[in-house]
């Protein structure tokens, strides 16, 4: 039961660890001030978001630093870049000292790097301690990198909300300061036991149990996030958030009683297996069964799986095949042609590549969840050119907090599959439906108040669940044991559009600089009025309709394999019952 306890408060510490490093959603907020000083254009301000961003590029670099040292040494390691990167950045903003812009460039790399390092330790922990139910770990805890943002924005409106300079001094201190705090759990970490499925399914509860806690978290600082009030009820709010984020520390007291939870909760909300690699360990042995199925052909006697199982399998594997042979229509063929047969096989990153499907994918990725983290980025440019510089902190508040509500919403799928199934690239689709709809409105109303907080809303809440759902989606379709290499193939497109899209924002604003004005004190010149990003929206939106588009043949080719799972899942379900 110790070994129990300890598990959750390792999962309490990765919450903390994941809640204050997702630094790159706060560059809005001190953008504008570090343009100033630098008295850079808008293109070389983009190219310093794009360099936070590289930093995915280099995330490899944190798991080959896993097979070297400790965890807890990679975890300070990801801290002192932090610390490095962001501080130095604070003291040119401040004017402490003098920094050409390459070497601004490279902290900034420097810093975004962290981020991916820190995210390493957080994955490798959730696999670690949860095994039967890492997707859960994983979702729940990711989601909590959504919120940073507003933490931040609540911090500094508690310090002083006049000093935008002061979120990069917060950027660089608070995630080692939590790392400190984090490093007794961590070095305490429980041997892990196999689980009995009654104890699966009551962890289940558990992270339900979290996930309305993680609800609760983010509806409070949507509330009062971005208050603007004085500076101590400010740090009376900031202190209520504080509490949210601990108060999590309950769960090992809620594990002594989960004999109670089952008889009252579990019996009127049961939790099915989620799917092959996240709720139940059943699920995943029967994925297993199933990728083996071509030995199962030629020895049965050594199969688990009966002749009805392997016939019905066979049955749903070929009927790709045959609808292909009574299908006349080009269209038709075209979409079937190559499609995944089965769910979870495993893809090298050479057979990856040459798939059209993760081509789908890598393009709805690209045209979605990428698109929002550029606007996020552009926010404070956004805000300015629209005459709303006081509401930036409460725009990146709300982009902040419905992005932690579309990483939450990622796990709905698992917790409605008993009584509502639909492939999880059908939820991508939908999930990629609010981003064009929300760059159309900004075009259309962008002077209306109202329609920037909706369409930052909208965009923040769609990629979100983008992020969120990203490797559980990459898992199923390309192969669980191949997910640290297929992901990071993937996530290649964030740096990729970060440029592009950025490059193509301040190349348009820019280009209306005739309408701006020129600061004072600075070589920097800001773009006034609606034309600044009204052809960047119409651009955006139209790229988000192609990565919506792309969603859908993708969630067309795919939605066989994912039913033949299911149908597999349901026919094996009555034997484990039994």
């Excluded at 309490?12 to 000083?37: C, H």
């Excluded at 390493?120 to 989601?143: D, G």
């Excluded at 399914?201 to 983010?218: E, K, Q, Y």
């Excluded at 600075?522 to 034309?531: L, P």
């Amino acid at each position: 039961m110790a070994g129990q306890s300890r598990k959750w408060m390792i999962l309490v510490a990765v919450i903390w660890i994941q809640a204050f490093t997702g630094t790159n959603f706060d560059f809005s907020a001190y953008s504008s001030e570090m343009k100033k000083v630098l008295g850079i254009s808008q293109v070389q301000l983009n190219y310093l978001a794009v360099a936070s961003d590289m930093g995915k590029v280099f995330g490899w670099s944190s798991g080959l630093a896993l097979m070297y040292f400790p965890l807890w040494t990679v975890l300070f390691m990801a801290a002192f870049m932090g610390l490095l990167g962001y501080g130095i950045q604070w003291l040119v903003i401040c004017n402490a000292i003098s920094l050409p812009y390459i070497l601004v460039f490279f902290l900034c790399l420097l810093a975004g790097c962290s981020i991916c390092w820190f995210n390493t330790v957080c994955f490798v922990l959730c696999i670690k301690n949860f095994p039967a139910n890492r997707a859960l770990a994983l979702s729940l805890t990711v989601s909590y990198n959504g919120v940073s943002a507003a933490l931040y924005a609540l911090a500094g409106d508690a310090i002083s909300a006049s000093t935008s300079s002061l979120y990069l001094l917060l950027n660089s201190l608070v995630p080692l300061i939590v790392s400190i705090a984090a490093l007794v759990p961590i070095l305490r970490q429980p041997s892990v036991d196999p689980l009995s499925p009654e104890a699966v399914r009551s962890d289940s509860i558990m992270f339900l149990l979290l996930n309305v806690l993680a609800v609760l978290t983010g509806v409070y600082l949507l509330l009062f996030g971005s208050n603007t009030s004085d500076t101590s009820t400010s740090r009376l709010l900031l202190g209520g958030a504080v509490f949210l984020l601990v108060f999590p520390l309950c769960v090992p007291g809620v594990v002594y009683a989960r004999r109670w939870f089952h008889h009252t909760v579990h019996s009127s909300f049961q939790l099915r297996g989620s799917g092959f690699i996240l709720v139940d360990d059943d699920d995943l042995e029967l994925h297993k069964r199933l990728v083996s199925r071509e030995t199962s052909y030629n020895n049965l006697n050594g199969s688990s799986l009966s002749d009805d199982e392997v016939c019905e399998y066979r049955s749903s594997s070929q009927k790709l095949c045959n609808k292909e042979e009574d299908s006349a229509r080009c269209c038709e063929k075209m979409i079937e042609k190559d499609q995944l047969v089965m769910l979870g096989e495993e893809h090298t990153a050479h057979v990856l590549v040459g798939r059209l499907d993760f081509w789908l994918y890598y393009i709805a990725y690209f045209c979605g969840g990428t698109i929002g983290l550029v606007y996020s980025n552009n926010l404070g440019q956004i805000a300015q050119s629209l005459g709303h510089s006081s509401n930036t902190t409460l725009l990146l508040t709300l982009y902040s907090s419905f992005s932690f509500f579309g990483r939450l919403l990622s796990a709905a799928p698992d917790y409605v599959r008993a009584k509502f199934y639909f492939a999880r690239t059908g939820w991508l689709t939908i999930a990629l439906l609010p981003t064009p709809v929300a760059f159309f409105l900004l075009a259309a109303l962008s002077n209306s108040t109202a329609a920037l907080r909706v369409g930052t809303a909208l965009i923040g809440l769609s990629s979100g669940f983008i992020f969120a759902a990203a490797v559980s989606v990459t898992s199923e379709l390309f192969g669980p044991n191949s997910v640290g290499v297929n992901h990071n193939i993937l996530i290649t497109n964030i740096p990729i559009g970060s440029l592009i899209y950025g490059v193509l924002a301040a190349v348009i604003y820019d280009g209306n600089v005739g309408r701006g004005l020129k600061l004072m004190f600075s070589d920097s010149v800001v773009c006034m009025g609606r034309d600044c990003y009204f052809l960047t929206f119409v651009w955006w939106g139209c790229l988000s309709v192609v990565g919506l588009v792309c969603s859908l043949l993708l969630f067309i080719r795919t939605k066989h394999a994912y039913d033949a799972f299911e149908r597999n899942r349901a026919l094996v379900e009555p034997q484990r019952n039994w």
